[in-house]
């Protein structure tokens, strides 16, 4: 049974920074891309961040430079560091691995930035 399990949400002031985790489970973490994508209510889902297998990786504009997604293969785990957080970046946060076709989601965790 594949899960993925998000963490490191809440409430935070704009400027102020959060890191997310997501914990793997049942798959070959090391060979799937990860990513996350994040939904404000209103909204589609969108891509925020994603890293490769080998490491590679690439982000949606509004957060390049202030977001930073890393793995840990021997963790098989995933972050997003999030730094000077906006307003804006108010979104559920969600966990995607990603293989030849398979896809597959966590629950979510929730940031909310508001002063």
């Known amino acids: 049974q594949v899960q993925l399990v998000e963490s490191g949400g809440g409430l935070v002031q704009p400027g102020e920074s959060l890191r997310l985790s997501c914990a793997a489970s049942?798959?070959?973490?090391?060979?799937?891309?990860m990513g996350w994508y994040r939904q404000a209510p209103g909204k589609q889902r969108e891509l925020v961040a994603y890293?490769?297998?080998?490491?590679?990786?690439n982000y949606a504009d509004s957060v390049q430079g202030r977001f930073t997604i890393s793995r840990d293969n021997a963790k098989n785990t995933v972050y997003l560091q999030m730094n000077s957080l906006k307003p804006e970046d108010t979104a559920v946060y969600y966990c995607?691995?990603?293989?030849?076709?398979?896809?597959?989601w966590g629950q979510g965790t929730q940031v909310t930035v508001s002063s």
């Open positions: 995607n691995a990603y293989r030849a076709g398979r896809s597959y």
């Open positions: 890293i490769s297998l080998s490491g590679s990786t």
């Open positions: 049942g798959i070959a973490f090391s060979i799937y891309g």
